[in-house]
C-alpha cells in the first residue's frame, strides 16, 4: 500500500518541489506510536516524524535526519550549549576549500546517514574534519546546523563576505505548512556574479560533487523551495561539545 493510501493526513506536510521518493516506516516506543517518513531526492534529502495521539498524527520534527526518540525542543537545545563560537582563520579556510576540491567525485557518504542519503551535514563536517581535525558541529541536521551557526554569528553574513571553503546553508523548514527540504555546501572562490562554485553531498549518488553555482542554489532553494540562504565563516568553537 502507498504511503498516500496508509497515511493520507500526512501527505500535505511533505515536500513536492521535486521528484521525491517517499518511504514511511512506523514503530512503537514507549508506549506511543510514530511515523518517519523518509524523501529521498536526487540532491537532498530529509526526514519527518510524528507521532501519534488522541487528535490524529503531530508532527514533531523534520529535517536532513532525525534521531526520532529526540523531540523538537530536545533538538533545538543542542545548539545553546555548543560554548564559545568564532570564525575559523583564513589558515583554515583556504585549507577547507583545498579538501573540498581535491574529494570532487572521491569523497563518498555511504557510511553516513542512510548510506549517504540523508548526509548533506555529515559529509561537510566530514570534509571539513580532515584538515582541520576538528568538528565544525556534531550535528547531521541543517536546521539544527543552522541554528548553531546563528548562535555563533548572530545574523547570516553577506555572500560576498564569506570566502572560498566557507558555507552555504538553507535549512529545512516549513513553507505554507510543507517541510521543505533544505541543503548544505561549502563555497568556491567569490566570482562576483552567479557562476560562483558550491560543493555538496549528492544524495542519490552518496558523493561529494561540484553540483551547484549560486545562481542554480538560489534558483532552487529561495525560488523553488522558498527556503532562507544564508552564508558564513566556518565556525571554530574554542569551547564546548563540539
Known amino acids: 500500500m502507498s504511503l498516500q493510501a496508509r497515511y493520507p493526513e500526512l501527505v500535505p506536510y511533505l515536500d513536492d518541489t521535486d521528484d521525491y521518493e517517499n518511504e514511511a516506516t512506523e514503530f512503537a516506543a514507549g508506549g506511543n506510536r510514530f511515523v518517519v517518513i523518509t524523501q529521498r531526492g536526487e540532491i537532498d534529502s530529509s526526514q519527518l516524524v510524528f507521532r501519534e495521539d488522541d487528535t490524529g498524527w503531530q508532527l514533531l520534527d523534520a529535517d536532513t535526519t532525525i534521531d526520532v526518540l529526540e523531540t523538537t525542543s530536545e533538538r533545538r537545545g543542542v545548539a545553546a550549549a555548543l560554548g564559545v563560537c568564532n570564525a575559523s582563520n583564513n589558515d583554515d579556510h583556504r585549507a577547507v576549500a583545498r579538501e573540498m576540491v581535491s574529494q570532487v567525485d572521491r569523497f563518498s557518504s555511504v557510511d553516513g546517514p542512510d548510506r549517504g542519503n540523508l548526509a ?106 522558498g527556503l532562507k540562504i544564508r552564508f558564513y565563516p566556518l565556525p571554530n568553537r574554542t569551547s564546548g561539545s563540539v
Do not use: M
Request: with cysteine.
Open 120 to 225: 548533506c551535514v555529515w559529509t561537510v563536517r566530514h570534509i571539513a574534519f580532515r584538515p582541520l581535525q576538528r568538528w565544525i558541529t556534531r550535528t547531521d541536521g541543517t536546521s539544527v546546523f543552522a541554528a548553531e551557526l546563528q548562535q555563533c554569528y548572530g545574523a547570516t553574513h553577506q555572500e560576498a563576505d564569506v570566502g572560498e571553503g566557507g558555507i552555504i546553508i538553507s535549512p529545512t523548514e516549513s513553507i505554507q505548512g510543507r517541510r521543505n527540504v533544505g541543503h548544505v555546501g561549502l563555497l568556491g572562490p567569490n566570482t562576483g556574479d552567479g557562476n560562483r562554485r558550491i560543493y555538496s553531498n549528492s544524495s542519490s549518488a552518496a558523493v561529494w560533487k561540484q553540483n551547484f553555482t549560486l545562481q542554480s542554489w538560489i534558483a532552487r532553494y529561495r525560488d523553488r523551495k
